[in-house]
């Protein structure tokens, strides 16, 4: 009797841990709710400009160029007349190389944002003069970053630093401990059998290649996969709280044998960016070959699908919700950048 009742209990429990994951899994709709049209706010005009990342304040909007010398460009919010403040690609103690933006920077203040600067292995804060007159900008401070594993996503908290691991070693993303110095992975939940059996090792970090965001005030980080149509929301120590699937089922590329990665593939989650109160996923999966934008409160609850008028490849918002700003490649091989204003929601 004592057999059959012990039996009894491990089965419930298993059950219950079941139904737990898959309560877990929330299933949702890519079809619009609302279409936003985008206003050119900045051409590529007689100037190459290839900008590969993008970051909106209320006052300013700075974005990072491959192509000229000039490797960050400053510009005011309300247009983009006048460029306003740069930095120079170099190694001097006020160059950049090799930089990208954090993607939590909309928890800075007073429009000073936050960048990684990988050749110097540091995260420096920049303030641009409140000014319109061109000015080179100062890096205000420089903050030597920990050995950890190199990175391609940084996100931080009072007490923790979020990174995706640019070699891929450590799952789907990294919490790097600064008090204690230790690093733990957060992995990909699957079935290991359906992906093992198709996919090899090699090209397996590359299948769960995406970007995150973290919001210290919710509790939460969102990951969104570029190859797979699911986003993942997890607490700041790294418990999955939700799955949730574009359609009524997982989806991965196939294979291909010429490739590593999945460059024919179609992409879902490309670029994720938030402000304290909400969380914007662009998309490009739609059929239309339109971008899409997502747009979460950080439970995880789908607030609405804005369907843009042309395909983006990066967003930013600025913290008040007002304006999503997009880069477009243009047809010339440089950038635009688009700018959608939300407030005629």
Not at 31 to 41: A, D, M
Not at 157 to 163: A, P, Q, V
Request: net charge negative; aromatic share 14%; proline share 4%.
């Amino acid at each position: 009797m004592k057999r059959r009742w012990l039996i009894y209990c491990i089965v419930l429990f298993i059950s219950a841990c079941s139904e737990n994951v898959e309560n877990k899994k929330i299933f949702i709709s890519d079809v619009p709710t609302e279409k936003i049209r985008g206003t050119l706010y900045l051409s590529e005009n007689a100037s190459l400009n290839v900008f590969y990342d993008i970051c909106a304040s209320d006052s300013f909007v700075y974005c990072l160029d491959f192509y000229n010398d000039s490797i960050l460009k400053v510009f005011p919010s309300i247009n983009s007349s006048s460029l306003i403040g740069y930095c120079m690609k170099g190694q001097g103690p006020n160059d950049l190389l090799f930089p990208f933006f954090m993607r939590n920077s909309f928890q800075s203040r007073n429009n000073k944002i936050k960048l990684v600067d990988l050749n110097s292995w540091s995260v420096k804060e920049i303030n641009p003069c409140n000014n319109n007159s061109l000015s080179r900008i100062n890096i205000d401070t420089v903050l030597p970053l920990p050995i950890m594993p190199a990175i391609k996503e940084y996100n931080e908290t009072d007490s923790c630093i979020y990174g995706i691991d640019a070699d891929m070693q450590h799952g789907l993303f990294f919490i790097y401990n600064k008090n204690t110095q230790d690093i733990s992975s957060v992995d990909y939940y699957y079935d290991d059998k359906e992906i093992s059996n198709k996919y090899s090792s090699k090209i397996m970090p590359y299948l769960f290649e995406n970007h995150l965001v973290v919001n210290e005030r919710a509790d939460a980080v969102c990951v969104g996969m570029i190859n797979v149509n699911a986003l993942y929301l997890f607490d700041l120590t790294g418990n999955l709280k939700k799955e949730l699937i574009v359609g009524d089922k997982i989806t991965y590329p196939e294979p291909d044998p010429q490739y590593l990665d999945f460059p024919n593939a179609k992409k879902y989650f490309v670029s994720m960016t938030g402000t304290n109160d909400f969380l914007y996923c662009l998309y490009n999966a739609d059929a239309s070959g339109f971008s899409s934008v997502f747009k979460f409160d950080w439970e995880g609850n789908l607030l609405s699908v804005m369907q843009t008028d042309m395909k983006l490849e990066k967003i930013s918002v600025n913290p008040t919700n007002k304006y999503i700003y997009g880069i477009k490649m243009s047809e010339e091989g440089g950038s635009d950048i688009f700018k959608f204003d939300m407030r005629k929601l």
